[in-house]
């Protein structure tokens, strides 16, 4: 069976993206995160910097926005919020990427734009906020006095973006294969254990349909 889409939602300062980053390499496969980012601005012709606010921002109404900007002058694709367009690219390329083949993607839904792939392989990182805290104090830069205010609003963001998409719950452990805690297994605990677990799926075109289980 070939390697799966391996998708990673993670709680902010979870290392997610570093875990993904160690499995790609350990599978032999690409990586995205905020690469993602950069092919939707290149699509969009717009500078990364004017993306990155808008990219995990709450969906707006498209009838409610092209209401309020109702200008003859402009075109429906205008009248779209950023945020929008953003996502729908985002999408767009998500999917791309995974017919082209196996690859890791951070973030973005991905797990659920994927949710009919059957090579898909869903998992969710999380761990201690007192962990987290010093994670993001030394991977980001994050200083003490921002962190009380940085690691909610980002965590709230996230899930905000994931429930409203999906219409599901972030933290629901059943939208995800794998759940793993990297306070306790580790960055290179966590990414041993997916690559584990991607080894021991089973080749989805085998599945039989009308197997009992007992």
């Known amino acids: 069976m070939k390697h799966p889409i391996i998708t990673i939602e993670r709680e902010y300062g979870s290392g997610g993206s570093i875990v993904g980053k160690h499995v790609a390499k350990e599978l032999g496969i690409p990586f995205y995160n905020h690469e993602i980012l950069d092919m939707a601005a290149e699509r969009l012709q717009v500078p ?4 990155e606010g808008a990219e995990e921002s709450s969906p707006k ?3 409610y926005a092209l209401l309020i900007n109702s200008n003859p002058a402009r075109t429906m694709e205008d009248n779209i919020p950023v945020s929008d367009k953003l996502y729908i690219t985002e ?11 196996s690859c890791v993607i951070v973030g ?3 797990n659920w734009i994927l949710r009919d ?3 898909r392989f869903s998992t969710f990182l999380y761990a201690p906020r007192s962990w987290r805290i010093k ?4 991977t980001y830069g994050v200083t003490e006095k921002e962190i009380d205010t940085v690691l909610p609003r980002i965590d709230s963001r996230r899930e905000k973006f994931y429930n409203i998409n999906t219409g599901g719950n972030w ?3 059943l939208n995800y294969g794998l759940c793993l805690n990297t306070g306790v297994l580790g960055i290179e605990g966590c990414a041993d254990l997916i690559v584990r677990a991607v080894g021991s799926l089973p ?11 007992e």
């Open 203 to 213: 080749d989805p075109s085998m599945a039989d349909p009308d197997a009992k289980f």
């Open 171 to 173: 933290y629901d452990k």
């Open 61 to 63: 109404s498209f009838l």
């Open 91 to 101: 999408t767009q390329i998500i999917r791309e990427l995974a017919e082209q083949g």
């Open 135 to 138: 994670y993001a104090m030394q």
């Open 117 to 119: 792939d059957p090579h």
């Open 48 to 51: 990364v910097s004017k993306l």
């Open 108 to 110: 973005r839904c991905a």
